[in-house]
């Protein structure tokens, strides 16, 4: 067996001293082995400890030093993935050649880090020199840059065994930053987590980097987590997940002697708006590019489509049409875990018996996490009144939204909550006759999409993954891209210090070749002193 | 009389509704005319809903449009110069020089924000082109940009009734991002709030910016704060005062249904590290700069130094005996409420009657805001059993704590909580010798200063005024300098746009000339396409 059963801290396994779990096979519905041992409160502050510990060092080393760790992660990930495709294959039912390409991103996203602390500018350093010359009173020679927090607990996601979790873009992003991390495990994919966390320490031991940076604890339950988020010594927290979960870390974040800032992105319904002459243009294809998107991962994407506002007009018919047709005819989706799986039908059964709510169901699957597509149906003044189908349902389903009245669609914009995305579909005439859309959505969303749909996120500089809440505990940070090393750094600013006492980042001459603020002007140029 | 008595709402006054107050002229204890009149929860709502609604034209204007208004709010403020620092003379007791510098603070602040939207690089555009041949999957077309939160609570505070009050940074950021501002007015300074209330008015008449974008609120009490924050339309909260209502803040912004971004700047102790050799080097002369540093102000800034490290060596004892003659000579010094000066007299009382901490105090104050400096002094280990001694006294006090071993004064600094600053004296050996001093120190402080006292804080772009809690809520922005803008916006991303739904600032010929981020190269020129 390639992976340990335990805990793993600062590079060494934990005492076997907490429950026992095991993951669950979505497919088969059997129990999977080896059994995983939970962490206990102890782990939990060994491991804060040693992060702490390895953070006076971790944060003094060079960026070409933290960025050899990503990429030795990131290569250690490309070397195992055929191992990591099959567990992960095995915990998750998500597809073989999915796996692949999430491996692929994962370890894409440690090396979009890698290069963006070994380029540098991130740290956003300014200068402003001294003016001792000055009236009414000299300035100072002043000085800043972005330095990292601190210890990060860091919370995988069940729908990205890899993309989004242990080594996934909040552990590489505050890696990056000069953070050490505290994962806890998914429960539903343990030993995904573990072979990840293997690499991890192996990458570490190679690098030699400070052991402490890297620990990965288990729990079937909520104990850890809790302890994790409420420990003294952890300075922020990366989750991907749920509005229940989210909600709770931040509201454990808050609540603390000393409140830290918890990242928390918790999905969405991601609305699409199709325009008239979009619909016109389309016609089915927008049935199947809409009826793929959703579905796509079993519809477990934080971005799926959930609600899709389409207007009455004679292309309607046709597109509905095979859209019913695309539902019905599909084969059984499977969840990702049995609770998932629950909690779909319970959503669908709720539905069902809602009036003014028509439902297309796919024929009923077998299994423990098998699951039928399901497509709804309602007029926009159902779907005003009854604000609670806009909520999101985790599963291969979304909600057709019809409109007659321009009026009814743009009241039901403005009554969005925070998403994800949002996405238009429309010709240039559609867009320059709806540019108030635009200006909705721009208030409602994290990131807008053009005869486009949510689902396929660009890991990149401009990509912003995230959006007013509950899409995301705070709307000024991003979940993905280069931007989301921002969240787990904060500005440090050095006033009258000498050269000698400077980080290399501030000093005159520039090692580092970096573009910085001197004076208001932004350049590579070294100070002149 | 030159200013309204009454609250004003988008450009008019708020009905007679609510309880009167007056301010205390804090050198006199007498009630000032005239009364103010507190607003209602019915004002609160008014107010909020029309910067909700100017908020849809305000962040749609052009950058120099709203510089405009910044620029036309400065000349305001200079232009009435002498009647407010009259009025805020009589309502505070700070020194005619003081408030007059703080008036050009105040105003310049505007400009400097004014100059920044009007540059334009500060929204952080990013373009990563399309690749529509990249395999397996082709790239979109995604640019972003930051952009505008939505209405924004501001809190006046009492110790600067100008540059951290109605038209301080706060709302100067807030407004210079493309939001509208609520401010809720000390009630310490309701005549000089007016006064700025009155030219923010007429400077948006004369700018034709929408009324909305700005309302001001009286009120004695809580209860026009508390509705303000929990308003469902307001976006994020500005707040500069004490740790108490500070984190009430925090904690009503964190438990709304929707969270939002409450940033408050709370304050703190500032430690300063007086090591060996600028004991040796400086002598007398750190008494006399420590000495105007803590009563600068009357011992009221966030900055104020309120706890020092004295290393035991020949040369401390003549600077502590001149610390002592002259705190024990100094005049009396006015405080800004009686409630602060409660607060001051009783946190002394307390102190006084510790064992270990010795009080050197002037002759006895006479009046309702009347105190005397208090020097108070203690050995370090008695420190470090008393954690509590480091809590900030608002006032003209400081603690001198002595050390004779360098572990110890160590151990304090790893010790400390988070604070705005953090300030060491010592000779470049010093510095070599105790670089591990300022290690701790940049995981403690928003700003480091050398060989100088942390008040007289530059407005600046490298400026940091914040730090890790409770000197502030979010260690990651900072309440001054042109940084102070990224709290209130986000990015938003645009992914398959075509140029002529794109901002501005995001189409390919770079038409505002600003700074980007084009696949990865920072840069002013145009994208290829």
Redo the contacts between chains.
């Keep these: 067996m390639g992976f340990a059963t335990l805990s793993l801290i600062a590079g060494r396994e934990a005492a076997n001293a907490g429950g026992e779990f095991r993951a669950v096979n979505p497919a088969t519905g059997q129990n999977m082995e080896p059994a995983f041992i939970s962490a206990t409160r102890d782990d939990v502050d060994r491991a804060v400890r040693a992060a702490q510990e390895a953070f006076?060092v971790w944060r003094?080393r060079s960026a070409p030093e933290r960025a050899r760790l990503l990429r030795a992660i990131a290569d250690g990930l490309d070397a195992a993935a055929a191992e990591l495709v099959d567990r992960a294959q095995q915990e998750t039912a998500l597809p073989e050649a999915r796996l692949q390409?999430e491996t692929r991103r994962t370890s894409g996203q440690c090396r979009l880090f890698a290069d963006v602390i070994e380029?540098g500018?991130w740290v956003g350093a300014?200068?402003?020199t001294a003016m001792p010359d000055r009236k009414?009173?000299p300035?100072?020679d002043?000085?800043?840059m972005l330095?990292p927090?601190?210890p990060i607990a860091v919370f995988g996601a069940s729908n990205f065994p890899l993309a989004y979790s242990v080594a996934g873009g909040d552990t590489a992003s505050a890696l990056a930053a000069g953070n050490p991390v505290v994962v806890k495990a998914h429960p539903a994919h343990p030993g995904t987590s573990a072979i990840v966390g293997r690499i991890i320490v192996e990458s570490i031991r190679s690098c030699g980097a400070p052991e402490g940076v890297f620990s990965l604890l288990f729990d079937s339950g909520f104990e850890v987590g809790q302890a994790l988020v409420q420990h003294p010594l952890i300075h922020a927290v990366g989750f991907t997940g749920s509005r229940n979960g989210g909600r709770a870390l931040?509201?454990m974040a808050?609540?603390r002697p000393?409140?830290?800032?918890c990242f928390a992105e918790m999905g969405s319904t991601n609305p699409v708006f199709i325009l008239p002459g979009a619909l016109r243009q389309q016609g089915k294809q927008l049935a199947t590019g809409l009826f793929g998107s959703f579905t796509l991962g079993a519809g477990q994407f934080c971005t799926k489509p959930g609600m899709v506002f389409l207007p009455s007009q004679p292309e309607t018919t046709p597109v509905l049409d095979e859209l019913r047709r695309l539902t019905s005819e599909s084969g059984a989706f499977t969840l990702l875990t049995p609770g998932i799986a629950t909690n779909y039908k319970r959503s669908l059964q709720s539905r069902r018996e809602e009036t003014g709510l028509a439902m297309q169901e796919a024929k009923e699957a077998k299994g423990m996490c098998a699951v039928s597509a399901a497509l709804l149906e309602t007029e926009i003044d159902d779907f005003l009144a009854n604000p609670e189908w806009s909520q999101e349902v985790f599963g291969p389903t979304s909600l057709v939204i019809r409109y007659q009245q321009r009026e009814a669609m743009m009241r039901a914009a403005e009554e969005l909550?925070?998403h994800l995305t949002a996405s238009v579909w429309g010709t240039?005439a559609d867009?320059?006759e709806y540019?108030d859309l635009?200006?909705i959505l721009?208030?409602k969303?994290?990131?807008?999409?053009?005869?486009?749909f949510p689902t396929?996120l660009?890991v990149?500089?401009?990509?912003?993954h995230?959006g007013?809440?509950?899409a995301c505990?705070?709307?000024?940070f991003?979940a993905v891209g280069s931007?989301a090393v921002?969240?787990f750094?904060?500005?440090?600013?050095?006033?009258?210090?000498?050269e000698?006492?400077l980080p290399d980042e501030l000093r005159n001459a520039n090692p580092l070749g970096i573009?910085r603020?001197i004076?208001?002007n932004?350049t590579r140029e070294a100070v002149s002193s």
């Design positions: 006076l003094k390409g380029e500018s300014r200068v402003d009414p009173l300035r100072p002043i000085r800043s330095q927090l601190g931040m509201d808050a609540q000393d409140p830290i800032p909550e925070g240039d867009l320059a540019a635009i200006a721009e208030r969303a994290g990131r807008l999409i053009f005869n486009g396929g660009e990149s500089d401009a990509i912003v995230g007013p809440y509950p505990s705070d709307s000024r991003t931007r921002l969240r750094a904060r500005p440090v600013c050095y006033q009258g210090f000498p000698a006492s573009l603020m004076n208001g932004t």
